[in-house]
């Protein structure tokens, strides 16, 4: 991060600060209480299957990535590339299957592209994060085929919080952790008035090596050479932003720009490091109640600037490059008849480059243009959804910038991938409720996908792209019932994908050496030959989840002076074949069984629970390690206290209780760096935040 932009971003958070108590008023928050993602006209029950987080709960889960925040979510894992870089996993789906947005746009990093790579934002500066399970390439493109992950935020203002007068509020968190010795702290201030909205946040968070319940060999200079810590695991993150908005009588537009930087070990190799910084422009806005056959048009643009270099000791390795841009408009029209719906259109443009001795993928530029369409038609009984998206996808491969770097093969390819959806939500009755979702959708082959060449150390492979590959297509449905009565609730999802051309990479049987040299006589040098190919494939699967009042208002036993106690349940389970071969597929999650007793009385809040999964044997026959089972128990305490016109929230929670060694089936470390990254062993976290 420039360190002009963080010492002036921090001067105004402070400066806002020392303001706040005597402006603090408690207005209603900003962010809209209903389920943006994947619900355009903003109708309170959707059709998809989706989960938020925020608020405490938020809180009280957050981690140091976003894969590890999410991990544990009904259909939700994390690809968990140690404790530093975690993309989500949704129902099996990992990598440029599931799209991570910044308030509905695109983030326009480069974590798809490899394992190693972090998602560029920290779940500190995030207020509310969505899920969407399932399809959603026909509001996002075919890179959200798997699903979507939304952090919002408020840093460009959508309303106004505050009157005429004016007024500032805010929050400040900080907190420290024993497994990895770490220190995080995140300040958030906004301002204004009726006609004007400002925004500031900064963040900073520092751990070193995480603590684990085994002995692991570590070579990097300075370390011990055996110790109960996963080597190369520190890290050193800091972000900020700044944002602001004019409002007008029907709508607003407004801008912000977000620094992100990030240094950290990649822990596959002992002294590899990553560097990484990305800077994101990012421009919104809403025109309501205008004339014609358009009743509202949203308008979102982002410009990102993304690089980051892999170090070996003190060495440069391999520098990616990412700049992208984004374009995004969603026009409402005026009911037909009963029938509501928004028309929209999305431009993104992207160029990225690798260089250095070991980059597996060219220089390559990526154009996308899409129209999409999403109807709604209320019923008496619940309604329809109905909608299609058809992209226009460049993909140009320019080789390398390196002249003595040929190995890359240049061209281009265009694709049109077509997305069509459908569903229904019935109410059965008042406490009951079936959802029923039917998806085709396509996706164009990234540009790695294509035409990479290379070793890649984080998958410990050397990959080679297919420039011949074809469009992924699926075509999925999803079924879901959900109860409520009072304060228990049940939710069951069932679902099923089959994949033409499912794209992956394949064993070719041989080996290489990073030279490129074919099956190389030094076993300590061979890499694993992989060459990206499609298959069919098949994915099933189930989730079920909710909550069971034991005691208080509403419960199965009435004892109002304890307070409430809630039982907090769920499931998934997840199966996914190459159909060609018969094999399982790679990386899937076993069974997981979860519950959590929660207890509130009064400013204290209390949870205890636990995480079985099942050991995973069902695995390709070579290619990945089988994973035995394991619990990992967590308990959180908390206590909310005012503090003049404000409030505090003091938070303490211990993650894996009992020191439980285990290693995760969707890690590509377990199979190609085991045993360095088993998860993270005993760890308790204290923190504190004040909502003013």
């Known amino acids: 991060m420039s360190p ?261 070990g990649t822990v596959a190799e002992d002294e590899v490091t990553i560097g990484m910084r990305s800077r994101r422009y990012a421009l919104a806005g809403e025109w309501r109640q205008l004339p014609g056959w358009f009743s509202s048009i949203k308008l979102q643009a982002a410009h990102t600037r993304y690089r980051h270099t892999e170090f070996e000791g003190d060495e440069v390795g391999t520098r990616f490059r990412n700049q992208g841009n984004d374009l995004r408009l969603e026009a409402r029209h005026r009911p037909i008849g009963p029938l509501e719906g928004v028309v929209g259109l999305q431009l993104d443009s992207n160029r990225f480059s690798a260089e250095g001795e070991e980059a597996f993928a060219p220089a390559s530029r990526t154009r996308q243009a899409a129209l999409f369409v999403y109807e709604e038609l209320p019923t008496s009984w619940g309604k329809w959804t109905l909608g299609g998206r058809v992209e226009r996808v460049r993909v140009r491969s320019d080789g390398s910038s390196d002249p003595d770097v040929t190995r890359f093969e240049t061209g281009e390819r265009s694709f049109t991938p077509l997305s069509l959806a459908g569903g229904a939500l019935v109410k059965l009755s008042p406490a009951w409720q079936f959802t029923a979702n039917v998806a085709h959708s396509e996706r164009a082959p990234r540009d790695y996908e294509l035409f990479a060449n290379g070793p890649h150390l984080a998958t410990a492979a050397w990959e080679t792209g297919n420039a011949s590959l074809a469009k992924e297509k699926s075509n999925s449905v999803d079924l879901g019932l959900a109860w409520q009565s009072g304060p228990h609730k049940a939710a069951l999802n069932v679902y099923a994908s089959r994949f033409t051309n499912y794209i992956g990479l394949a064993d070719t049987g041989n080996t290489r050496s990073a030279e490129g040299e074919i099956n190389p006589t030094d076993p300590e040098e061979a890499l694993a030959d992989l060459r990206y190919a499609g298959v069919r494939a098949r994915f099933y699967g189930a989730e079920v989840n909710g909550t069971l009042r034991l005691l208080g208002a509403g419960g199965l036993g009435r004892a109002d002076e304890v307070g409430t106690l809630d039982f907090l349940w769920r499931a998934d389970l997840v199966r996914a074949t190459n159909l060609d071969s018969g094999e399982p597929l790679p990386r899937i999650a076993p069974a997981r069984l979860g519950g959590t007793l929660s207890w509130a009385r009064g400013p204290w809040g209390a949870q205890l629970g636990v995480d079985l999964l099942r050991a995973q044997r069902r695995v390709p026959a070579e290619g990945q390690r089988a994973t035995d089972g394991y619990a990992l128990w967590n308990a959180a305490l908390s206590y909310r206290m005012p503090l003049g016109s404000s409030e505090l929230l003091w938070f303490a929670r211990v993650d894996n209780i009992t020191d439980e060694l285990a290693y995760s089936a969707v890690s590509v470390l377990t199979t190609t760096a085991f045993p360095k990254a088993p998860l993270p062993g005993r760890s308790a976290r204290l923190g504190v935040r004040l909502n003013f």
Not at 9 to 35: G, Y
Not at 168 to 195: P, Q, W, Y
Request: proline fraction near 5%; include cysteine; charged fraction near 20%.
């Open 4 to 264: 002009h932009f963080s010492r002036g971003a921090v001067a105004a958070a402070v400066s806002l600060a020392c303001l706040a108590p005597v402006w603090a008023q408690f207005e209603s928050a900003t962010l809209k209480d209903v389920t943006v993602t994947g619900n355009p006209l903003g109708t309170p029950d959707a059709v998809a299957p989706t989960t938020r987080l925020e608020g405490d709960e938020l809180t009280l889960r957050r981690q140091g990535t976003l894969g590890q925040t999410l991990d544990g979510l009904p259909g939700v894992g994390s690809t968990y590339f140690g404790p530093n870089a975690s993309r989500p996993v949704i129902r099996g789906l990992d990598g440029d299957r599931i799209r991570v947005l910044q308030n509905s746009g695109a983030m326009l990093d480069a974590s798809a592209l490899s394992f190693d790579h972090a998602v560029p934002s920290d779940p500190l500066t995030v207020e509310r994060i969505e899920v969407l399970r399932g399809p959603g390439a026909l509001l996002y493109g075919g890179s959200a085929v798997g699903g979507v992950v939304n952090l919002i935020d408020n840093r460009i203002p959508r309303a106004p919080q505050f009157d005429a007068t004016g007024g500032i509020t805010g929050a400040a968190e900080a907190g420290v952790s024993t497994g990895n010795k770490g220190r995080d702290g995140a300040v958030l201030l906004e301002g204004g008035n009726d006609r004007y909205g400002l925004h500031v946040d900064v963040s900073k968070r520092r751990t070193e090596d995480v603590s684990v319940p085994v002995d692991l060999a570590c070579s990097r200079p300075g370390s011990a050479e055996q110790a109960r810590r996963i080597c190369n695991s520190a890290s050193d993150t800091e972000s900020g932003s700044v944002g602001g908005s004019l409002f007008f009588d029907h709508g607003y537009l407004g801008a912000s720009v977000t620094d992100y930087r990030s240094d950290y």
